[in-house]
C-alpha cells in the first residue's frame, strides 16, 4: 500500500540532517511511513524490498519532503537472502559512506495453518526468516558501522509477541524471539554506545492482511473491529508507528535501550482478543 496525502502532512519535530537511515519493508506501510517522517525530518533514507515499483515510489516521495531535495537510495531486496542484505549495506556504505539507524521492519504473516496441517512447517520456516532471521543477518552485518555512529537499531514486534493466536504461532514466535533479540543486543550492545528498542504495534492499516491473501473488504473488516474494540476508538495508522519509531532513534530518548514500546490503540491494555484465524479469505 502507498501512501496517501496524510502522510505528507505529518508534523515534524525531528532533526535528522547528516544522519543516514535504513528501513527495511520501507516499499509499503509501515516502513514507506517511517522512511517518509525520516526524510521529511532530514535524514539520508535507504528504501528497500522486493518491488521495484513500490521502492522507486516510496523513494520519489522521499525525495519530495526532504527539506534538501535529497535522493534517497533504492535497493530491491529480498530480506531472506543473506546475499542481498550483504548487498543492501555494502550500497548503502559506498553509497552514502555510514548507517546512523536500522530499521529492521519487513515482515510477512504467513496464511493461518494449524500444526497439523501439512503447509506449516513451510510457513512456518519462511515466516521465521522474514521476521526474525533478516532482522538478526542484518543487525549483524551493520554492528560495526553502527558502533561507529553510535547509531541505533529500532526492530518493529508486534502485540503478538505477547498474545497468542490461534493458527499463527509462526508470527507469534517470530515476534517473541525479536523481542528476546532485543532485550539480549541492548545488554550486548550498550557498552559500544548502540541502542536497540522494539516498536509493538496493534493492527495498523497497511497491505499486510493483502500481502497475507485476504481481500481487500475482509482486510477493512479486520481493521474496522479492531477500530471498535480499542479503547482509542480507532485502528492504527502507518504514520502512528513512524512516529513512535522515529522517537527511538533521537536523542530524547538516549535513555531508552532493551525496551518494547507499545503503540497499539490500548489492544493489550483492553486485552483484546480478536481472532483473525475467524476471518474468511
Ligand atoms: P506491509 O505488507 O504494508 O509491508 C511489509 C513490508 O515488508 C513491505 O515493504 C514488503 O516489501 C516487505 N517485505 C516482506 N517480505 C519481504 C522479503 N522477503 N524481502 C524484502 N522485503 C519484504 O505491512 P506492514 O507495514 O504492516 O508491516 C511492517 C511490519 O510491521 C512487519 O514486521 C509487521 O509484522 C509489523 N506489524 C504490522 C502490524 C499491522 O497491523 N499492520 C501489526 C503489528 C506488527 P515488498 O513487498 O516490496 O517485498
Redesign the pocket.
Known sequence: ?LISGTLSKMSVTYNFAGKVALI????????AATAILFAKSGANVVIT???AG??SEVAKQCREVSPKGLKALEVV????RDEDLQRLVDTTIKTFGKIDILVN????VAGGAGLSDNNYINGFRQTLK??LDSSVMLSHLCVNHLEKTKGNIIN?S??RSFQTAPNYSAYCMSKSALDMFTKCMAAELGPKGIRVNNVN????K???PQ?AGLSDEIAQTFYDMYGQLYPVGRYGL?QDIAHAIVFLATDESSFMTGTTLLADGGHLAANVAFNPANLKK
Open positions: 500500500m527495511t519493508g520501507s516499499s509499503s506501510g509501515i516502513g524490498g522486493r518491488n513500490r521502492v531486496a529480498d530480506v531472506t521492519n519487513a515482515g510477512a522474514t521476521n518493529i508486534s502485540v504495534p496493534g493492527a495498523v497497511t497491505n499486510l500481502a502507518a
